[in-house]
Each structure stands twice: as C-alpha cells, then as structure tokens.
C-alpha cells in the first residue's frame, strides 16, 4: 500500500514542479518602457511640485534603451537635478529644483513636447 501511494505523491508533485517550470520558461520578462508621454507628466508634477524625490530618480536614472532622444532628454533631465536641485528640499517644504532649473526644465519640457506633437502628426498623415 505504500508503494502505490508513494508513487501517486510522486506523480503529483513531478505534475506540480512541471507545470511552474513550464509557466516560468514560457512567461516573457516584464519590461518598462519609458515614452515621452511618461516623461511629460514626470516634468508636469515636478514643475508643480507634486513629485517626490524617489519617484523622479526611479524614473531619471534608469537609462531608456529604446531611444537615444528620450535617453538624451533623461540625461538632461538629470544634470538639471544635478545643477539645480537639493536632495532634502521637499522635506523643508521647498521646491524639487531652484528657480532656473525649472524655467530650463520648463523648457526642456516645451521641446519634448513639441516634438512628440510633431512625431504624431507625421504618424497619422
């Protein structure tokens, strides 16, 4: 009686571990892909002020892969908050970045934008 119900334990786990191994080989790796749409609502809340500091660094400073001109607006992104920003300034009730990190963040913003509108228009002519 053992033996049977041994076997029948054995069979049942082997089904188990089969199936999750074969969910995890055929199951694709999740992926993030930043589009310009991300990085304008990034730029949005921190130009209103209602951005973290970890929300924008998980966002700035993961390379974009996809796109060297996204990678390009990340980067100066980054020296921005490198030129212009103080880490701790949200704690003291105070802005992401200075008065001149946001105008030429403003202005990094304005270009993204205008050229993610131009992209769209030449798509659906």
Known sequence: MTVPLF??????????IGSVLAVLMLAGTPRYRTEPEHLLALFD???????????WNATILYPI????????VRRRARQLME??????RLSRNKSLLDKEGKAELRALRDHLNARTQLERHRVHK
């Open 7 to 16: 076997l029948l334990v054995f069979a049942v786990c082997v089904v188990v």
């Open 45 to 55: 809340r921190a130009l209103g002020d209602d951005l973290g500091e970890d929300e």
């Open 65 to 72: 892969r996809h796109s060297d001109y996204l990678d390009g």
């Open 83 to 88: 030129d212009h920003g103080r880490f701790g």
